[in-house]
């Protein structure tokens, strides 16, 4: 086992780090039936809010809470302008290199990125070869993962550039504490993150095709009802003030799209698409998607619709891509990574492999399409059978899989049944880039692995979530 | 707006009307039929239920023979009925949560709290007391989302769509308690004056709650024909024809005006309430009080059949 993780409150020596002293001072005098009914009343808000998230395969509980702690996590005003110069940095860096991936492609001709893992890349879209997108801007709305492992060090864990999730319980965890704790608040000077929709539709506005009005139309594109994240797609095209269509809602007539509304046909010029390209147009990807709009490729082609993210974003965030971005960073922007990579192996490499068969019982394994938690290896936690069955696993197709040491990561104080105690964390913020600049509104969400000792937080593995305050001075 | 959010509230407003109406139909189908049996003549009263809500095929596929436990359990609970209060609730919930973003936060919280709160008591069977209790329950959600539309919506199309959701099928619910039972109130049964057709013509009040305004509109005793005039040409009665051809007209009007367009809704509602106001009872029964129930449920299946094309497909 990794050594004791850091605590982001409570230093091993049992001093409080400066930015928790309030806080901790109010958990200290704060009897603990206040603690037990406030989050009583924080399900209830939940609940009444409507905040669920459905599990693929859990038939039973169609429509869940994500567990949420009442303890906020709380990040210094220092820390965070790292953070935000690190996130700027690093979403630039994937912009670039998804553009050049599609465009010249000079960073497989200089030999840094392995061709293959670009060409045999499932989300790589050969349709988008030699196609810019409106404004050449790929990723738009980023969600980069970030574990903290100590006082100065932050890691990226992940970045996701498809259509990340999680932003409405970054902006409904804040009001829910600040019904719960006024008095918190009043003692803390929090940054808000309110202005997000705001933040989010001047993004989307600014990415409008060049031929379209000057008041552009964006909507929101979703799955439906029964996805997992339609509660935050409902809430964000609520918050934004657009539309939230389905594909049925959308048809392309002579390569514009159009949404069907009770006046007749209107135009649409962005689509915040919570789709995965592979079911966006039933004509050019999987023929039976009925999720999508057939012919919006050809509109989008013609320049005449902005989709966000833009198509084929996948081919940067998987986790063997991962493993080249310090590299990426520095071929484009010419300057050293300010957030840093955890050191990874990549398995389709054979001195890796044999490194990484001699040690599963201390690595992390990870397999290089997988998301949301499934299909990983802790190691340090893992059974004999689940260690055999991953180096069976690894042998078969080295290729899929990428390891790397099991972080110790931070925790924060967690209420739990036993009472206040510390519970590891990572922190998602979300990066918006439009033509008129980037922007990160302060905060994310910081998701926690309940159970004790855990170290997977994604919600379909029983994570909760917390409230992040960015302290404002 | 979308069309298939303005079709949502149609329906979403729709099945909550439904639901209601269910409920009140069951109710005085209770009442009638624990009547003592000297009243009881040989209806049988459940079966009228059945015929009412318009399930009849459904229901008699599934049970022999129309009783308070058949009737109840599929009308209220059955999940093969796709018209049951549970279904109509469960549906109505699915097309709110569709249409979230439209509809004011206390509509959806007595959508999604009725809906949470019939998954409770789905598997159980209610009787007696506890029927009644649930009965009253159902009602009072409909007044609730009625009332919490009522006094929160702006308005704009959005409440127009969903308060003509509501008003069609208002106005189909009464033609079809008044379809069942129109020959209660035709004179020849009338001057029997039999203690049953007394009741009768009670349920068929209390089916539309219309007991107390029957009495403060006509200030005497209750006779088939006043009831008629009523349910259909009275539009001071707020399930009348009468009533909710004026509220389909003045909402169609609007959406009219909104979009800056007239179509065959419009044109198919003004003429529905034209004849309906023209309309003297007497006229009515003289041509046959059946044909023109009838008529009247086709036109009102035009009138919805002509919404959707104009809107909501």
């Known amino acids: ?473 | 707006m979308l069309s298939r959010t303005a079709d949502n509230l149609f329906w979403l407003s729709r099945y909550i009307e439904r639901a209601e109406a269910l409920a009140r139909i069951l109710e005085a189908t209770q009442r009638l039929a624990s009547l003592p049996a000297a009243y009881g003549g040989k209806t049988n009263e459940w079966e009228s239920a059945v015929a009412t809500a318009g399930c009849a095929e459904g229901f008699y596929a599934k049970h022999g023979e129309a009783d308070h436990d058949s009737v109840v359990a599929y009308l209220a609970f059955d999940r093969d009925n796709p018209s049951s209060i549970l279904n109509c609730f469960e549906t109505a919930r699915h097309n709110a949560r569709s249409v979230r973003t439209a509809l004011t936060i206390e509509m959806w919280e007595t959508i999604n709290g009725a809906w949470i709160e019939l998954r409770r008591l789905a598997d159980r069977r209610l009787a007696g007391e506890e029927l009644t209790r649930f009965l009253g329950w159902v009602k009072e959600i409909g007044l609730r989302f009625d009332g919490s539309a009522t006094r929160t919506m702006l308005r704009n199309d959005i409440y127009d769509f969903s308060r003509i959701g509501m008003l069609l099928e208002r106005a189909d619910n009464t033609a079809r308690i008044l379809d069942v039972k129109y020959h209660l109130l035709l004179p020849e049964q009338g001057e029997v004056g039999g203690g049953l057709d007394y009741y009768q013509w009670q349920a068929i009040l209390r089916a539309v709650s219309a007991v107390t305004s029957y009495h403060w509109v006509y200030r005497e005793s209750v006779k088939p024909w006043l009831i008629a005039d009523l349910l259909i040409l009275n539009d001071q009665m707020p399930r009348s024809f009468a009533a909710c051809y004026g509220e389909l007209v003045r909402h169609l009007d609007q959406l009219a005006r909104a979009y800056g367009r007239q179509g065959p809704a419009q044109r198919l509602a003004r003429s529905c309430r034209a004849r309906l106001e023209n309309a003297d009872i007497r006229d009515v029964f003289q041509r046959g009080l059946h044909e023109f129930i009838t008529d009247f449920i086709a036109d009102n299946n035009r009138l919805g059949a002509a919404v959707h094309e104009q809107y909501l497909a």
């Open chain 1, 1 to 473: 086992m990794p050594s004791p993780a850091f605590d982001e409150m409570t230093l091993s020596d049992g001093s409080v780090r400066p930015a928790y002293r309030k806080l901790a001072e109010w958990l200290a005098a704060a009897p603990p039936d206040l603690l037990q009914y406030r989050v009583k009343e924080a399900e209830l808000l939940f609940r009444r809010i409507g905040i669920t998230f459905a599990v693929y395969g859990d038939q039973q509980a169609q429509e869940r809470l994500i567990p949420f702690d009442i303890i906020p996590r709380i990040i210094t005003a220092d820390e965070w302008a790292t953070l935000t110069k690190g996130l700027v940095q690093r979403v630039e860096a994937l912009n670039r290199y998804i553009s050049d991936v599609y465009g010249k492609r000079e960073i497989l001709k200089a030999g840094i990125v392995p061709e293959d893992l670009v060409f045999r890349n499932e989300a790589f879209r050969p349709e988008m070869a030699g196609k810019t997108p409106p404004h050449d801007l790929w990723v738009h709305i980023a969600g980069i993962d970030v574990v903290r492992v100590d006082a100065d060090t932050f890691y990226v864990l992940e970045d996701n550039a498809r259509t990340p999730s999680g932003v409405s319980y970054m902006l409904e965890n804040r009001e829910v504490m600040i019904r719960l704790f006024p008095e918190l608040f009043s003692q803390h000077r929090v940054a808000p993150v309110e202005r997000y929709a705001d933040e989010l539709l001047a993004t989307l506005r600014s990415l409008a095709p060049r031929t379209s009005s000057a008041e552009p139309v964006v909507v929101l594109l979703t799955p439906g009802v029964y996805n997992s994240a339609y509660y935050e797609h409902s809430f964000l095209a609520d918050k934004l003030g657009i539309e939230l269509v389905e594909g049925r809602d959308l048809f392309v007539r002579d390569e514009v799209v159009y949404m069907r509304t009770t006046e007749g046909p209107q135009r649409v010029d962005v689509i915040y698409r919570r789709i995965d390209d592979e079911f966006l147009d039933p004509l050019v990807f999987r023929p039976d998607s009925a999720l999508g709009v057939p012919g919006l490729m050809s509109a989008y082609h013609a320049g005449n619709v902005t989709l966000t993210n833009a198509i084929g974003t996948g081919v940067a965030d998987d986790k063997a891509i991962y493993s080249y971005m310090p590299e990426i960073i520095r071929f484009y922007l010419g300057s050293e990574p300010i957030l840093k990579n955890v050191p990874t192996y990549r398995c389709r490499e054979p001195e890796a492999l044999s490194y990484v068969l001699d040690h599963l019982d201390e690595l992390v394994v990870k397999e290089v399409h997988g998301s949301g938690g499934y299909g990983m290896l802790v190691g340090p936690h893992a059974s004999k059978e689940q260690i055999e069955l991953f180096r069976a696993k690894l042998k078969a197709s080295p290729a899929g899989f990428i390891a790397q040491p099991t972080l110790a990561l931070s925790t924060c104080p967690t209420y739990v049944a036993s009472g206040v105690s510390p519970r590891h964390v990572d922190l998602r913020p979300f990066v918006l880039t439009g033509s008129n600049g980037v922007r990160i509104v302060p905060g994310g969400l910081t998701r926690v692995a309940m159970r004790e000792g855990s170290l997977v937080v994604n919600s379909s593995q029983g994570g909760g979530t917390k409230d992040t305050w960015v302290l404002d001075e």
